[in-house]
Structures are given as structure tokens and as C-alpha cells.
């Protein structure tokens, strides 16, 4: 049933509340704080040089939101969500937080964006530009961290000899791919930027060296050769149609004959309304891209078919981003 009055939609207008102190709180690195012990404001407030009028009135609604517990005027993380508040634990989505208050600033910009049809940026966070995009990276490694070993399995073609994953410096895609396949290596693609990061994250990692690691742009440089599959994840809604074709057919320069080309995208239904996540993620798009949206099976498949590629199949449907998009290249 939809929205039945005005209270509903007051309602929906205030839900922007607790988000926006969860981003304060990350981006202050105030959750930190209480990890190991707690502590007053006065404390967190001398630690961190804020100001503890500020500390204090953003702790206490924390408190009230039941994020954080408060006790005798000290403040503490709930023992089950330590792990998820914490920057060092694998369960961490604090980079996710980050990644999502960068995006609602952006979309704090919709009118302006609707209106020109142009993003309206509003800047680095508090953090700084260097941090969001680490910040980004490591969110998307908290979107696939916990899908990407069952996914792979589940739509793996088989007899893959070298996965090229574009845009893959998280790493996790092209972990799940070198885990299915024991004797395949991968070419990760990514900008120069990025590279450093995904150097560290397989530094220690007994995959590193089936890995191999190439910077460049892949809306703009030719794509590394020699790959028999090709994992384009989470790339073609932030790409206008135009530029998407011209991805796809460096990728069908790229493949070795008969390769495939794997997509994991939002994949919209004909009417554009379904599923809801991605009608969202597409205004996440204009607020963030200048082209980007979100596409449905036809629109991918006339693209596909446009640079070379044959068989196009939806292979999973997700009302997310783990949707696949599957073809080969002829």
C-alpha cells in the first residue's frame, strides 16, 4: 500500500535525520572513540580538539537512537556492533557510511542537479578528496565482501584460463574469480590512483601472484589483451549509453575469440519503476555522474549486440546490484 496521508510523508522527509548523524560520526571518527573504553564528551571532546557543545548534543542523539549507549554520562559502542563500528575490523562498514554521506551530500544538491541536468558538486568531505576515494573503494569492497565467493560460483561458465577485472582495484571480484577457478589468473584494470591500493590489499595474499595489476582508464585506453572473461562490475550505471558501447566494444577488442563479457549491474525493468533500488540508484547516478543511469535487459542487450557481442542472457536477476548480464563475444 502506498503513502495513505501527510503525516506518512512528513515522516519520510525526517528519516534523513539519523543518517546524517551516522555520517557525522564517521566522518568525525567519533564511533573510534568508544570503542575500547567509555568515555565522557569532556573525553572525546579533548581527544579530538571538537567542540563539546557539538560532541555532546551529537552523542546524546546517538544515544537516543540507540546506535551508542550512554551511562552515567559516559558513552560506549553495544558489544554487537563493535565489530561494524570499528575501522579495523573486517565486518567494518564504516567506509560505507563515509561512501553514503559523500552521496547524501551530493544529493542534498538534487534541485540544482534536476534543473541542469548536471551534477552539483559540493565538494570533498570533511576528510578531504584523498580519503573519500579510499572511503569509496573500501565501501565497495563492503558490498561484495560477503556475495562475491557464492555469486561467482553460481554463474561461473567454467574453463576460465585469465579473468580481466575492470575497475576491480577492492579486489574482492577478482578474489572470488582466482578462488573458483584454481588455475586461472587475473588482470586487474583500474586508474593509476587506485593501483596502490589494490597492491597493498594482495600484498599479502597467496593469490598475488596470479594477479596482475595495470593502471590506465578504461572509458579511454585500450584494455589489456590475452583475457578469455571479462568483469565489468558495478561500471555501465555510471556510463551514459555512448560511453557504454565504447567500453563494450574495447572489451570485444580485448577478449580472446569467443570470450565472455560479464556485467553485474542494477538491471531495471521496461517501465523504469522497478526495481525501486535501482529508479534510487539512478538519481544517486545523476546526482554523482554526468551520463550515468540505470539500464534495463533490452537497452544492455542492443548495446551488446551493437559491438560484437552474441547470446546476451540475463543469467541472475537481483532487485540490487548483483544482477548478471552474460554474452560472448564473436
Given at each position: 500500500m502506498g503513502i495513505q496521508n501527510g503525516e506518512q510523508i512528513l515522516e519520510m522527509m525526517r528519516s534523513y535525520q539519523v543518517p546524517c548523524m551516522l555520517a557525522a560520526a564517521a566522518d568525525l571518527d567519533l564511533f573510534e572513540k568508544l570503542i575500547s573504553v567509555?568515555?565522557?564528551?569532556?573525553?572525546?571532546?579533548?581527544?579530538?580538539?571538537?567542540?563539546?557543545?557539538?560532541?555532546t548534543i551529537l552523542l546524546d542523539a546517538l544515544a537516543a537512537a540507540k546506535i551508542i549507549v550512554k551511562k552515567d554520562h559516559h558513552y560506549s559502542i553495544p558489544p554487537e556492533l563493535v565489530p561494524y563500528l570499528?575501522?579495523?575490523?573486517p565486518q567494518s562498514v564504516i567506509a560505507m557510511i563515509r561512501h553514503q554521506a559523500n552521496c547524501l551530500r551530493r544529493w542534498s544538491r538534487l534541485p540544482w542537479t534536476t534543473q541542469t541536468g548536471k551534477p552539483d558538486d559540493p565538494g570533498p568531505s570533511i576528510l578531504g578528496k584523498e580519503a573519500d576515494t579510499a572511503s569509496f573503494i573500501e565501501a565497495m569492497n563492503v558490498v561484495s565482501r560477503g556475495v562475491a565467493d557464492k555469486l561467482i560460483q553460481e554463474i561461473h561458465p567454467g574453463n576460465v584460463r585469465c579473468v580481466l577485472d575492470l575497475g576491480g582495484a577492492s579486489g574482492s571480484w577478482t578474489l572470488a574469480w582466482l578462488k573458483a577457478e584454481p588455475t586461472s589468473r587475473a588482470i586487474i584494470f583500474d586508474l593509476p590512483h587506485v593501483i596502490p591500493m589494490a597492491r597493498e590489499r594482495f600484498a599479502a595474499s597467496p593469490f598475488n601472484a596470479r594477479v596482475e595489476l595495470r593502471a590506465g582508464d578504461f572509458n579511454t585506453d585500450d584494455l589489456p589483451k590475452g583475457a578469455d572473461l571479462a568483469?565489468?562490475?558495478?561500471i555501465i550505471h555510471q556510463n551514459s549509453p555512448d560511453q557504454n558501447r565504447a567500453l563494450y566494444q574495447r572489451v570485444a577488442t580485448a577478449l580472446e575469440h569467443n570470450g565472455w563479457i560479464y556485467i553485474r549491474d542494477i538491471i531495471m525493468e521496461s517501465s523504469r519503476t522497478a526495481p525501486v533500488a535501482g529508479a534510487l540508484f539512478a538519481v544517486n547516478m545523476l546526482s554523482g555522474t554526468e551520463g550515468g543511469n540505470c539500464y534495463s535487459l533490452a537497452e544492455i542487450r542492443e548495446d551488446?549486440?551493437?559491438?560484437?557481442?552474441?547470446?546476451?542472457?540475463?543469467?541472475?536477476?537481483?532487485e540490487g546490484m548483483h544482477s548478471i548480464v552474460r554474452a560472448r563475444v564473436r
Open positions: 567509555p568515555r565522557t564528551a569532556t573525553d572525546v571532546a579533548t581527544a579530538t580538539g571538537y567542540d563539546l557543545r557539538g560532541v570499528s575501522k579495523g575490523s568483469w565489468v562490475s558495478a551488446l549486440q551493437s559491438t560484437g557481442f552474441t547470446g546476451v542472457e540475463l543469467v541472475r536477476r537481483d
